[in-house]
């Protein structure tokens, strides 16, 4: 074994200064880390209590449920376009206000009403609904809902969740029952107030494949057309959606669209589910005329 120095040795000795300009800049380095990760830290915890609108956040509630105008479904979120993204307050629950905006939604295929609601209703509301609550109808409802009129005060019976896509906004979301006291009869349902389905039978056709290789894309090609008194034309701007449902009973995919001036739309998708049976829904809504179609799709093994 190799003896040391004297002079080694009295080096190792001697401890390592902490005056040197190098030990100052990482001992600086380090507490600025610190403050930083203390700071995203306090920002995270305030973000959660508070959240974007600076309001405390508590648990979310909702309105009651006034029985008697609309039964309360057992499967409140039953045909809802990418339902995992709701979380349900309450199954069943009613509000009432003022309708600002009456709008309809192309790229899911609902009616959305925005309601400045009654002061007993407001405290149920997020800071992300701005003052408004957006009440959707669902193309699966739409047959049995008349849509109120800009100005108009409704009456809505529906589903009460949180939208976590829309940072915690508070819907009514589906809406299976609007009802505007004194309101003109004869309304056609799936419409803007007041309006009425014209002549003519909406037919539906769809053609879509018996079978698809998982991962592989697919296309359910749509046909519409108006049945009139005498003639057979192309139902052009005809809105639809499309569910498919696996044997489960549960929702897997969902797309929405429109008929051309041919009265045809090609939807497409890509099968990414597991090898099964399902069941392809569409539907087909134009000015008060109401048409629903189904196929049967089996996805099979590559």
Not at 68 to 75: E, I
Request: charged share 15%; glycine share 10%.
């Amino acid at each position: 074994m190799t003896a040391m120095r004297p002079d080694q040795a009295k080096a190792a000795r001697e401890p390592v200064s902490t005056d040197h300009p190098g030990a100052h800049r990482l001992n600086r380095l380090q507490a600025a880390l610190t403050v930083a990760v203390l700071v995203v830290a306090v920002g995270a915890v305030l973000y959660a209590l508070f959240g974007s609108g600076g309001v405390l956040r508590s648990s979310p509630s909702a309105p009651g449920w006034r029985p008697g105008a609309a039964p309360c479904p057992a499967s409140p979120l039953a045909h809802v376009h990418d339902p995992g993204r709701l979380e349900v307050v309450a199954k069943c629950a009613t509000a009432s206000g003022i309708v600002q905006q009456v709008e309809y939604k192309p790229g899911d295929g609902d009616w959305q009403v925005l309601v400045a609601v009654d002061p007993p209703y407001r405290r149920f509301l997020t800071p992300a609904d701005h003052g408004l609550l957006p009440a959707r109808v669902i193309p699966a409802d739409l047959p049995d809902v008349a849509l109120p009129a800009l100005g108009q005060r409704a009456t809505f019976y529906g589903t009460w969740v949180i939208n976590k896509n829309l940072h915690g906004r508070a819907e009514l979301h589906p809406v299976w029952r609007i009802v505007v006291p004194n309101a003109a009869p004869g309304s056609a349902p799936g419409g803007p107030a007041g309006s009425h389905a014209g002549p003519g039978r909406l037919v539906l056709t769809v053609a879509a494949p018996a079978s698809v290789a998982v991962g592989a894309p697919f296309t359910l090609q749509v046909r519409c057309r108006l049945i009139m008194p005498g003639k057979t034309i192309h139902a052009s701007q005809v809105h639809l959606f499309m569910e498919i449902i696996n044997s489960r009973g549960l929702g897997v995919r969902w797309k929405a669209g429109s008929t051309n001036s041919l009265g045809r739309a090609d939807l497409r998708l890509v099968a990414l589910d597991a090898p099964g049976s399902f069941t392809v829904h569409i539907y087909a809504s134009k000015s008060g005329r109401f048409r629903n179609a189904e196929q049967n799709l089996m996805v099979r093994r590559r």
